[in-house]
C-alpha cells in the first residue's frame, strides 16, 4: 500500500515536469556530430516557426563549428570531445547550406544542409 503511494507521487512529479516543460513553444533538438571531416548527418530538416536546439557534437580530434550563415546560426569553434548549443528559430522554409568555418574544413568536405520546412 505505501509504495503504491510513493509511485503515484513520481508520475505526479514527472507528469507536471513534463507539462513545464512544454508549456511554451515545443523545441526541435537536433544532434550533430562533426568528425573530420564530415558532419553525420549532414541532411537536417526541422519545422519553420519553432525553436530547434542544435546541439554540435565534436567527435574528431581537431576543433570544429557549425554555421548557417543565412540564419544567422553559429557555434563558435568546438574543442574536441566537447559539444556545444545553439537556439535559433528557422521563420522562412528552404534549404540552406552549413559548413565548418574552421579554415579549410568546408573545402575538405565538411558541409550540409539544413531543410527548413
Ligand atoms: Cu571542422
Not at 544532434?31 to 519553420?48: D, I
Request: proline share 6%; aromatic share 8%; charged share 15%.
Amino acid at each position: 500500500m505505501k509504495k503504491w503511494v510513493v509511485t503515484g507521487v513520481a508520475v505526479a512529479v514527472l507528469s507536471a515536469g513534463t507539462v513545464a516543460l512544454y508549456a511554451g513553444a515545443p523545441i526541435q533538438k537536433v544532434t550533430v556530430v562533426a568528425k573530420e571531416f564530415t558532419y553525420t548527418p549532414n541532411k537536417l530538416t526541422v519545422k519553420a516557426g519553432l525553436p530547434v536546439q542544435l546541439v554540435l557534437e565534436n567527435k574528431g580530434v581537431i576543433e570544429h563549428d557549425f554555421v548557417v550563415d543565412a540564419l544567422k546560426v553559429k557555434t563558435g569553434a568546438i574543442q574536441p570531445g566537447k559539444s556545444g548549443t545553439v537556439t535559433f528559430t528557422p521563420r522562412a522554409k528552404g534549404s540552406f547550406p552549413f559548413y565548418c568555418s574552421i579554415p579549410g574544413h568546408k573545402e575538405a568536405g565538411m558541409t550540409g544542409t539544413l531543410v527548413v520546412q
